[in-house]
């Protein structure tokens, strides 16, 4: 796996966390810019359409997918693409647009038979000869933000007649599905006239997709408006269209839920679920988000022989955190519960490595995490030679060095790292360790982190793609010097299983395998995961019935629960 | 023409403070809040660095008799935070304002004073200081030094003080061409003496009043960093209070005691100063009280003071 798929891929999981955690509010929306009207557009006929109404507190960047990083843009490129397979709510994939999927002996070539009767929505028919088009243009257009990183294995992708697509691989992966999902299918007869050039600055306004809702009206940061798809051959929507619809500030998109401005929202803060969960005509919905979101506690591990100098590296860290038995102590020190009851009020489960619960069978779950004891975190450290030897509630280094002061810093756009870094401030001071909390602007933090490495501990998070393999290789030696390792952690153990995983072709040898790497990471406790948050959405009963609710992943806004929905009478 | 006292004397300016109930008011403000700062711990019914369990349902508790102003969002008790709120609102005001009216004081005499070049060097500065503006200013200082409250409070002082240099250079400027000066001068005062028995005095009630109404700028300065979440996190502060009300939802959970009662403190205590610093003004400066037709002795004597709100 080259260097540029994890750091276009970091791009984008980072800019999912941002938006996750509420990085859209630093946009200030125009004054008066609420989301007016109830259709946008005008002009509709007699009989009132019905649509539903989605409060959400982002909106896409771009509708171009090529250039596209926020989440919201893909939620409105999963309602109006399609693509070759479709990840389902249960973790699952599904054919979408292929109608069948043969892969050769030697996992090489893959051949898609594509479904018929597909149109796009301007009514030309979608032909095999429309994904191989795509396909290459995501492989060509190398500065596409996220998309051509999915493409990197593919060595051909031709369409020998109209329904048929042949991709032919460098080597074969594990993981073709996740490679598909994003790689949306574009209309050859739009977007085959454009260059690299005008394809990056395309800004695809008129969105032609094949999928079940298409675009009817769009305003950046006020609204998308979609119309269902009649006589699609996969879908059936029951409602006429979806609105969604931005508001910047939280507060004010749950008072839309509340008043029936909106029928759903997507994202709440956890604090305003008591509150709605009171009120009539609206459940709240809690549970597994569909990108799961990691929030981290970064050490500084870097020494003399992994700090990256020659690209800028100053690896600052207090030498204390280099030490196994101190970032055990701080393990044993750290009541996860706590943090979780305070800062997402409980919606959320403790966390042990990267790879969150969320990915399924990724995730290890048996991994038996350090158990919260106070009086065991002292005895470590006072084993280790940390003694307090001048008696001021501060334990030194060992014969008498520097005190165990660390530098804490968290992205201060985050709605829930103060509270984290202040119960970690009161849990630490129990066994002799001080913090210097400070909160720094997103910027500052990406430059003290890395791969200059002038900091101690960092709050941050990830955003995770469905395949643990971006996560995996954050922690891999490779990446100390591009600046996708926040640890400077360095294994060669674990960067032999890094490789070995990436190619391993039996699904249960690669679990094993991620699994060892899990354990390998808890072991050496490169990372404090505090937890694994929950998502929160909710919707109004009054409205709509049938949302999808009882799912492994939560996502309300998804295909699944937009095409089943139907008008309460 | 006799000799008017140039400055009232200690009896003279409380018997003239009583009677004016702005400046009053502004004190018994004051001295609630100082109180309040002081005594923290005692009146306060809770700790702030306690540790509270909370669950989903009892984070935003309404007030009641175990908690007067309710809860916030992380099950703390609003009442308790408000009062030691109120210690980094005073701390910061108080010592922000010495900083800023030392500094201005100085280089405004120095430069009122001496005039010619110097003048022109420290005005110049002044200017500049002056045109920075001063938030995006702070927030950057703030970011490259550690957020410890004695750096909040070099910060803000240190680039409040232009206002105050621009006034009293301009008070000086009048004092100086006075004939006592001139006087002092032709029986061989040095420059130190004529400062420090002529001019000084004189500036002395314009530096009083200024700082009064810096304190009110230098608490709205410190309460916006913390609402930005750039100020010491381990201290309680109303700025920091708004902060977590804003960004954790409590107008979600209809929690207005969180967002109102950390306002109000901040209300009560700019009130508190502008008042003060007003009523201090029209005691200190009785012109102010007077029409400009209105014939008095006193006017005669008594320093021409510029206009001093910030």
């Given at each position: 796996?080259?260097k540029?798929y994890?750091l276009?891929?970091?791009l984008v999981?980072?800019?999912?966390?941002l938006?996750?955690?509420?990085?859209?509010?630093?946009?200030?929306?125009p004054?008066?810019?609420?989301p007016?009207?109830?259709t946008?557009?005008?002009?509709?006929?007699?009989?009132?359409p019905?649509k539903?109404?989605i409060?959400?507190?982002?909106?896409?960047?771009?509708?171009?997918?090529?250039?596209?990083?926020?989440?919201?843009?893909?939620?409105?490129?999963?309602?109006?693409?399609?693509s070759?397979y479709?990840?389902n709510?249960d973790?699952?994939?599904?054919?979408?647009?292929?109608?069948?999927?043969?892969?050769?002996?030697?996992?090489?070539?893959?051949?898609?038979?594509?479904?018929?009767?597909v149109t796009?929505?301007?009514?030309?028919?979608?032909?095999?000869?429309?994904?191989?088009?795509?396909?290459?243009?995501?492989?060509?257009?190398?500065?596409?933000?996220?998309?051509?990183?999915?493409?990197?294995?593919?060595?051909?992708?031709?369409?020998?007649?109209?329904?048929t697509v042949?991709?032919?691989?460098?080597?074969?992966?594990p993981n073709?599905?996740?490679?598909?999902?994003?790689?949306?299918v574009?209309?050859?007869?739009?977007?085959g006239?454009?260059?690299?050039?005008?394809?990056?600055?395309?800004?695809?306004?008129?969105?032609?997709?094949?999928g079940?809702?298409?675009?009817?009206?769009y305003?950046?940061?006020?609204?998308v408006?979609?119309e269902?798809?009649?006589?699609?051959?996969?879908?059936?929507?029951k409602i006429?269209?979806?609105?969604?619809?931005t508001?910047?500030?939280?507060?004010?998109?749950?008072?839309?839920?509340?008043?029936?401005?909106?029928d759903?929202?997507?994202?709440?803060p956890?604090?305003?679920?008591p509150?709605?969960?009171?009120?009539?005509n609206?459940?709240?919905?809690?549970?597994?988000?569909?990108a799961?979101?990691?929030?981290?506690?970064?050490?500084?591990?870097?020494?003399?022989?992994?700090?990256?100098?020659?690209d800028?590296?100053?690896?600052?860290g207090?030498?204390?955190?280099?030490d196994?038995?101190?970032?055990?102590?701080?393990?044993?020190?750290?009541?996860?519960?706590?943090?979780?009851?305070?800062?997402?009020?409980g919606?959320?489960?403790?966390?042990?490595?990267?790879?969150?619960?969320?990915l399924g069978?990724?995730?290890?779950d048996?991994i038996?995490?350090?158990?919260?004891?106070?009086d065991?975190?002292?005895?470590?450290?006072e084993?280790a030679?940390?003694l307090?030897t001048?008696?001021?509630?501060?334990?030194?280094?060992?014969?008498?060095?520097?005190?165990l002061?660390f530098?804490?810093?968290?992205?201060?756009d985050?709605?829930?790292?103060p509270?984290?870094?202040?119960?970690?401030?009161?849990?630490?001071?129990?066994i002799?360790?001080?913090?210097?909390?400070q909160?720094?602007?997103?910027d500052?933090?990406t430059a003290?982190?890395?791969?200059?490495?002038?900091?101690?501990?960092?709050i941050?998070?990830?955003?995770?793609?469905?395949?643990?393999?971006?996560?995996?290789s954050?922690?891999?030696?490779?990446?100390?010097?591009t600046g996708?390792?926040?640890?400077?952690?360095?294994?060669a153990?674990?960067d032999?299983?890094?490789?070995?995983?990436?190619t391993?072709?039996?699904?249960?040898?690669?679990?094993?395998v991620?699994?060892q790497?899990?354990?390998?990471?808890?072991d050496?406790?490169?990372?404090l995961?505090?937890?694994?948050a929950?998502?929160?959405?909710?919707f109004?009963?009054?409205?709509?019935?049938?949302?999808?609710?009882?799912?492994?992943?939560?996502?309300?806004?998804?295909?699944?629960?937009?095409?089943?929905?139907?008008?309460?009478? | 023409m006799?000799?008017?006292?140039?400055?009232?004397?200690?009896a003279?300016?409380?018997?003239?403070?009583?009677?004016?109930?702005?400046?009053?008011a502004g004190?018994i403000?004051?001295?609630?809040?100082?109180?309040a700062?002081?005594?923290?711990?005692?009146?306060?019914?809770?700790?702030p660095?306690?540790?509270v369990?909370?669950?989903?349902?009892?984070?935003?508790?309404?007030?009641?008799a175990a908690?007067?102003l309710?809860?916030?969002?992380?099950?703390?008790?609003?009442?308790s935070?408000?009062?030691?709120?109120?210690?980094?609102?005073?701390?910061v005001g108080?010592?922000?304002?010495?900083?800023?009216?030392?500094?201005g004081?100085?280089?405004g005499?120095v430069?009122?004073?001496?005039?010619?070049?110097?003048?022109?060097?420290?005005?110049?500065?002044?200017?500049?200081?002056?045109?920075?503006?001063?938030?995006?200013?702070?927030v950057?200082?703030v970011?490259?030094?550690?957020?410890?409250?004695?750096?909040?409070?070099?910060?803000?002082?240190?680039?409040?003080?232009?206002?105050?240099?621009?006034?009293?250079?301009?008070?000086?400027?009048?004092?100086?061409e006075?004939?006592?000066?001139l006087?002092?001068?032709?029986?061989g005062?040095?420059?130190?003496?004529?400062?420090?028995?002529?001019?000084?005095?004189?500036?002395l009630?314009?530096?009083?009043?200024?700082s009064?109404?810096i304190?009110?700028?230098a608490?709205l300065?410190?309460?916006t960093?913390?609402?930005?979440?750039?100020?010491?996190?381990?201290?309680?502060?109303?700025?920091?209070?708004?902060n977590?009300?804003?960004?954790?939802?409590?107008?979600?959970s209809?929690?207005?005691w969180?967002l109102?009662?950390?306002?109000?403190?901040?209300v009560?205590?700019?009130?508190?100063f502008?008042?003060?610093?007003?009523?201090?003004?029209?005691?200190?400066?009785?012109?102010?009280?007077?029409h400009?037709?209105t014939?008095?002795?006193?006017m005669?004597?008594?320093?021409?003071?510029?206009?001093?709100?910030?």
């Open positions: 796996m080259n540029r994890t276009l891929a970091l999981a980072f800019a999912l966390v938006t996750a955690c509420g990085g859209q509010a630093t946009e200030a929306p004054s008066g810019d609420q007016a009207g109830e946008p557009t005008g002009g509709e006929p007699a009989a009132e019905v539903a109404r409060g959400w507190a982002g909106s896409p960047d771009t509708l171009n997918p090529g250039t596209a990083v926020l989440s919201e843009s893909y939620t409105i490129f999963e309602l109006v693409y399609d070759m479709q990840l709510l973790g699952s994939y599904s054919l979408e647009l292929a109608e069948s999927a043969e892969v050769s002996e030697d996992g090489i070539t893959w051949t898609f038979k594509i479904r018929p009767g796009w929505h301007d009514g030309q028919p979608l032909t095999a000869h429309d994904v191989a088009f795509s396909y290459n243009f995501y492989q060509q257009n190398t500065d596409f933000v996220y998309l051509p990183v999915y493409t990197d294995y593919f060595a051909s992708v031709e369409a020998p007649d109209d329904s042949v991709i032919t691989l460098t080597e074969a992966i073709m599905e996740s490679q598909l999902i994003f790689l949306y574009l209309p050859e007869h739009i977007w006239s454009l260059d690299t050039a005008s394809a990056a600055e395309f800004e695809n306004a008129e969105m032609v997709g094949s079940p809702f298409k675009l009817v009206g305003s950046q940061n006020e609204f408006e979609l269902a798809v009649r006589n699609h051959p996969l879908y059936n929507a006429d269209g979806a609105v969604f619809r508001y910047t500030n939280p507060d004010a998109l749950v008072q839309a839920l509340r008043t029936g401005e909106v759903m929202i997507t994202e709440m956890n604090t305003a679920v509150g709605l969960r009171a009120e009539s609206v459940e709240v919905v809690v549970g597994a988000p569909v799961p979101e990691v929030s981290d506690i970064i050490f500084n591990l870097t020494n003399e022989t992994t700090c990256p100098v020659a800028g590296g100053e690896c600052t207090h030498p204390a955190l280099r196994r038995q101190v970032r055990l102590a701080l393990s044993h020190a750290t009541d996860k519960q706590k943090i979780i009851d305070v800062v997402l009020l919606l959320g489960s403790k966390g042990t490595t990267l790879i969150p619960d969320g069978v990724w995730y290890n048996a038996v995490d350090y158990e919260f004891n106070v065991l975190a002292n005895q470590i450290l084993d030679g940390y307090d001048d008696s001021d509630g501060i334990r030194e280094m060992p014969g008498g060095g520097d005190p002061i530098r804490l810093n968290w992205p201060n985050s709605t829930t790292a509270r984290e870094a202040e119960l970690l401030d009161e849990m630490w001071t129990l002799g360790i001080d913090l210097e909390l909160a720094l602007d997103p500052t933090l003290v982190c890395c791969p200059v490495f002038d900091f101690d501990i960092i941050w998070g990830w955003g995770s793609d469905p395949d643990p393999g971006f996560l995996l954050v922690m891999t030696t490779d990446e100390i010097p996708n390792s926040e640890t400077g952690y360095s294994n153990e674990y032999a299983l890094y490789v070995a995983q990436a391993e072709l039996d699904l249960q040898t690669r679990i094993d991620v699994h790497m899990q354990q390998i990471v808890f050496d406790i490169a990372y995961i505090p937890f694994y929950q998502s929160v959405q909710a109004r009963t009054d409205r709509f019935s049938g949302w999808v609710t009882d799912m492994a992943k939560v996502a309300l806004e998804d295909v699944s629960s937009l095409l089943v929905i139907e008008p309460v009478p | 006799t000799d008017q006292p140039l400055l009232l004397s200690g003279a300016f409380w018997k003239s403070f009583r009677r004016n109930r702005i400046a009053l004190l403000m004051l001295a609630l809040a100082l109180f700062a002081v005594f923290a711990p005692v009146i306060a019914p809770y700790d660095a306690a540790s369990e909370i669950t989903i349902d009892s984070i935003y508790a309404r007030p009641s908690h007067l309710g809860t916030d969002d992380a099950g703390k008790d609003v009442l935070n408000f009062i030691y709120g109120s210690r980094v609102s005073l701390t108080i010592f922000a304002s010495f900083i800023s009216i030392v500094i004081g100085t280089l005499i430069a009122g004073y001496l005039g010619g070049r110097t003048e022109r060097v420290i005005m110049r500065f002044t200017d500049i200081m002056l045109v920075i503006p001063d938030l995006p200013l702070t950057v200082i970011a490259i030094t550690k957020p410890r409250l004695l750096n909040i409070i070099l910060v803000i002082g240190l680039i409040g003080w232009t206002t105050t240099a621009r006034l009293v250079r301009a008070q000086t400027l009048s004092i100086k006075r004939k006592f000066v006087r002092a001068r032709s029986i005062a040095g420059h130190f003496h004529i400062l420090r028995r002529h001019i000084f005095p004189l500036v009630p314009l530096l009083v009043v200024n009064v109404l304190i009110s700028l608490i300065n410190e309460s960093l913390s609402f930005l979440g750039l100020s010491d996190p381990t201290v309680v502060s109303w700025g920091q209070m708004l977590y009300a804003f960004e954790r939802g409590a107008m979600s209809r929690a207005w969180v109102v009662t950390p306002g109000f403190g901040i009560w205590l700019v009130l508190g502008t008042l003060l610093g007003h009523g201090l003004e029209q005691v200190l400066n009785p012109r102010t009280e007077w400009h037709l014939d008095h002795p006193l005669v004597s008594l320093p021409a003071f510029p206009e001093t709100h910030p």
